[in-house]
């Protein structure tokens, strides 16, 4: 009875570390897609931008955001750290710089107007 008490404590634990686990990856994905969609009208910023679709890429650690201009379909990959730190961007046309990256986050991501700019909430 003893061994069956314990399988069943040692089994919850592992279910809970698993519960946990998943939930922590579901708020880093959602953090990462929303910091690579709000890079969007910074990299393009033309009024007529449509957000198409922002998801997990297809490297790990990455994000894809697919838009449009007009007729015309365009994409942007961001490449992330371990966590939640944007470390490169991408279009179908360039790679954004060193230089470049670090003014895009000091002076516009890390600012409340990327919030307000983002194009989900449009």
């Not at 061994?3 to 990856?25: E, I, P, S, Y």
């Not at 201009?69 to 490169?88: E, I, K, P, Y």
């Not at 000091?106 to 919030?115: C, G, M, Q």
Request: hydrophobic share 45%.
């Amino acid at each position: 009875m003893r061994r069956l008490h314990r399988w069943l404590l040692g089994a919850a634990v592992v279910a809970g570390f698993l519960g946990g686990l998943a939930a922590c990856q579901d708020t880093l994905r959602r953090e990462r897609v929303a910091t690579c969609r709000r890079a969007l009208p910074a990299i393009a910023p033309q009024a007529g931008i449509r957000l198409l679709r922002a998801a997990t890429g297809p490297a790990a650690n990455t994000v894809r955001v697919d838009y449009a201009d007009g007729n015309r379909q365009h994409w942007l990959t961001c490449r992330f750290d371990a966590g939640s730190t944007l470390v490169a961007l991408a279009t179908e046309s360039t790679s954004l710089s060193g230089p470049s990256l670090y003014m895009l986050k000091r002076f516009y991501l890390d600012t409340p107007d990327a919030e307000a700019g983002d194009p989900a909430e449009r």
